[in-house]
């Protein structure tokens, strides 16, 4: 096997964001592994480029995995540089990512080893991560109504739904659910207390993690459509088995579990390199509103390290 190249020159459009184990994919080659440093920083890990044959005409798409918490897992949930790990992506030309996450369940339905697709977030975090690029002297707005990308969630729910039967269970926010599919990112490392977990049900709270946010909310600024696909580890604290939430159960599921996570990813991978969705997977419908959203800061209040940053993230938005 050939050592993976230290550089890569073609833009990179998909990203994949998650643990090193869904980096294993049939059918996909590694042809490098790329360090990159950003102006907030260097990522969680190196970005490895993997080869992927589109579909529809055969030719290699380079899919960028990132590993949230670092090769070895040594970046807690407030640790993870997210700021670098979005920016280097978009440097590289990502205009959309598909994250994956373990997460907790607050609903009886939403059994261990189940899959869901979120479109929702009740943001429980407590500001200790750095969670925009607009600050220093640039001030920006965007939109987050809808977190996720409903574009790329219908492309995730076709998919996972195509796999039910050989070991998939998915749940989505259609007509199949009578629950708001809403994720509630905690700060961690710490898992919840039970009145935590009742009360988050109380809200209509379908599954708990750690990771979804400020990650979200940066690939919203940077123009990146993002997504994310949650497996279920356990019941957090809140169930009658009045089982409390260990590191064991977690990893015990998400090891039995692998082998469906990361078909389920490579099924989204697969699907996302047909030449259907070049639109989609270069996120046209982003493009612009963030040059838009930084003009409330007028030129002459604009501190030069803000303009600096900015324009290394958004080459000629702001110069």
């Not at 360090?35 to 990522?43: A, H, Q, S």
């Not at 480029?49 to 670092?70: E, K, M």
């Not at 790990?85 to 959309?96: K, Q, Y």
Request: proline share 7%; net charge negative; aromatic share 8%.
């Amino acid at each position: 096997m050939a050592t993976p190249a230290k550089t890569y020159s073609d833009p990179i459009h998909i990203a994949v964001i998650g643990g090193t184990g869904i980096q294993e994919l049939p059918h996909f080659t590694h042809v490098a592994t790329l360090t990159v440093d950003t102006p907030w920083g260097g990522p969680s890990s190196p970005i490895s480029v993997l080869h992927h044959p589109s579909p529809t005409n055969g030719t290699p798409i380079p899919i960028a995995f990132l590993s949230r918490h670092g090769l070895h897992h040594e970046y807690a949930p407030h640790e993870v540089p997210a700021r670098a790990n979005i920016a280097a992506l978009r440097s590289l030309g990502v205009r959309t990512i598909i994250a994956f996450s373990a997460v907790g369940s607050l609903q009886e339905d939403v059994k261990p080893r189940d899959f869901l697709a979120p479109d929702q977030i009740i943001d429980r975090t407590k500001g200790i991560r750095p969670f925009t690029f607009f600050e220093g002297g640039m001030v920006g707005h965007v939109g987050f109504a809808d977190p996720f990308d409903e574009g790329l969630a219908k492309v995730v729910r076709k998919c996972g739904h195509s796999l039910e039967g050989e070991g998939v269970r998915l749940h989505d926010t259609g007509t199949l659910d009578p629950w708001l599919t809403a994720s509630e990112p905690v700060e961690g490392p710490q898992f919840s207390t039970r009145a935590e977990s009742h009360l988050y049900r109380t809200w209509g709270g379908t599954i708990i993690n750690m990771s979804a946010l400020p990650e979200a909310k940066l690939a919203r600024e940077a123009e990146i459509a993002y997504q994310m696909i949650c497996m279920s580890t356990d019941y957090d604290c809140w169930h009658a088995t009045n089982e409390t939430v260990t590191v064991e159960m977690v990893m015990g599921h998400m090891k039995a579990n692998a082998n469906n996570a990361r078909r389920f990813v490579g099924a989204v991978l697969d699907e996302l390199s047909k030449g259907e969705y070049t639109d989609l997977i270069l996120a046209k419908h982003l493009e612009g509103q963030s040059k838009f959203a930084a003009g409330m800061t007028a030129a002459p209040g604009r501190k030069p390290e803000a303009v600096v940053k900015l324009s290394w993230l958004f080459p000629g938005y702001f110069t």
